[in-house]
């Protein structure tokens, strides 16, 4: 009778180890090709990679690439709207299949989740109103300064507020969204943020945000990629080709000028780095 159960007890766990092992190798790619259903993380407030436009869709360079995920696998598009500070954790939590939304790698967001080769570089530039006096980069100390929580920008900020700009009179406020921190730099609440190059552009040509001018480039050029779960080498080596593939079709080239503008496309190899 002992043997028994001991015996039962042994098969039991051998079932319940190999049921956990089975699927724990499902991979997404293998449950989105057979779901016809790609879920894809992008910030909604991030223009012109991510935003809703006029008739209130997801638009943007990130959203396209969703799209041009989803044709490729045969399954349909899903954008899921992912605030900055909820990118690693919808992906973790399993809300999102993928996170495309201008996403800073660092080897300490890489403990949780796996990154693709750089998708995009956005070389920074200095974005402030005519009535501050800020000119260039420099002048930023001891202005009013504002920006997105937990974004590169304010890595930066951070570092030059410890170096003595908060000595000299520097004050940082961080916002929720790049949509806020436009408009806090809009009504006066802060005088200067720091904004890609391209998106500048894009904001420019809006024309909802005629008052900001350009005051030159910051020191800090922010290549994001694409994100999935940590342990789906599947999945994560598929997307990687995916990325190398919009590059040398011409993909890329084609969506950065529809969204960005008609300036220079910008490398996404960096020089001493091989991917």
Same mark, same amino acid.
Request: glycine share 8%.
């Given at each position: 009778?002992?043997?028994? =159960?001991?015996?039962?007890?042994?098969?039991?766990?051998?079932?319940?180890?190999?049921?956990?092992?089975?699927?724990?190798?499902?991979?997404?790619?293998?449950?989105?090709?057979?779901? =016809?259903?790609?879920?894809?993380?992008?910030?909604? &407030?991030?223009?012109?990679?991510?935003?809703? !436009?006029?008739?209130?869709?997801?638009?943007?360079?990130?959203?396209?690439?969703?799209?041009?995920?989803?044709?490729?696998?045969?399954?349909?598009?899903?954008?899921?709207?992912?605030?900055?500070?909820?990118?690693?954790?919808? *992906?973790?939590? !399993?809300?999102?299949?993928? *996170?495309?939304?201008?996403?800073?790698?660092?080897?300490?967001?890489?403990?949780?989740?796996?990154? $693709?080769?750089?998708?995009?570089?956005?070389?920074?530039?200095?974005?402030?109103?005519?009535?501050?006096?800020?000119?260039?980069?420099?002048?930023?100390?001891?202005?009013?300064?504002?920006?997105?929580?937990?974004?590169?920008?304010?890595?930066?900020?951070?570092?030059?507020?410890?170096?003595?700009?908060?000595?000299?009179?520097?004050?940082?406020?961080?916002?929720?969204?790049?949509?806020?921190?436009?408009?806090?730099?809009?009504?006066? =609440?802060?005088?200067?943020?720091?904004?890609?190059?391209?998106?500048? !552009?894009?904001?420019?040509?809006?024309?909802?945000?005629?008052?900001?001018?350009?005051?030159?480039?910051?020191?800090?050029?922010?290549?994001?990629?694409?994100?999935?779960?940590?342990?789906?080498?599947?999945? *994560? !080596?598929? $997307? =990687?080709?995916?990325?190398?593939?919009?590059?040398?079709?011409?993909?890329?080239?084609?969506?950065?000028? $529809?969204?960005?503008?008609?300036?220079?496309?910008?490398? *996404?190899?960096?020089?001493?780095? &091989?991917?």
């Amino acid at each position: 009778m002992h043997t028994s =159960k001991l015996t039962i007890m042994i098969l039991a766990t051998a079932i319940g180890a190999l049921a956990s092992n089975m699927a724990l190798a499902e991979s997404t790619l293998d449950r989105v090709i057979g779901s =016809k259903k790609l879920r894809c993380g992008i910030m909604m &407030d991030n223009p012109p990679s991510g935003f809703r !436009n006029a008739a209130n869709e997801p638009d943007g360079l990130d959203v396209v690439y969703c799209k041009d995920m989803a044709k490729i696998l045969g399954a349909e598009a899903e954008v899921v709207e992912t605030p900055s500070p909820d990118r690693i954790p919808a *992906l973790v939590s !399993n809300r999102i299949d993928v *996170l495309i939304a201008s996403t800073t790698p660092t080897p300490q967001r890489a403990l949780t989740v796996a990154f $693709t080769q750089p998708y995009m570089n956005f070389t920074m530039g200095v974005i402030t109103r005519a009535d501050t006096g800020i000119k260039s980069y420099a002048d930023l100390k001891g202005k009013k300064l504002g920006g997105v929580v937990g974004s590169t920008q304010e890595q930066l900020i951070d570092k030059e507020m410890e170096a003595g700009w908060a000595a000299a009179g520097s004050t940082y406020t961080g916002y929720a969204s790049d949509a806020e921190s436009y408009l806090a730099l809009q009504q006066g =609440k802060v005088d200067s943020i720091l904004v890609a190059m391209g998106v500048f !552009n894009a904001l420019s040509q809006s024309g909802q945000f005629s008052e900001f001018v350009l005051a030159g480039a910051a020191p800090l050029s922010d290549t994001v990629a694409i994100a999935v779960k940590r342990d789906d080498q599947q999945f *994560l !080596n598929w $997307t =990687k080709q995916f990325v190398w593939q919009q590059v040398t079709s011409g993909r890329f080239a084609e969506v950065y000028k $529809t969204y960005f503008g008609e300036g220079p496309v910008p490398a *996404l190899a960096i020089s001493g780095v &091989d991917y």
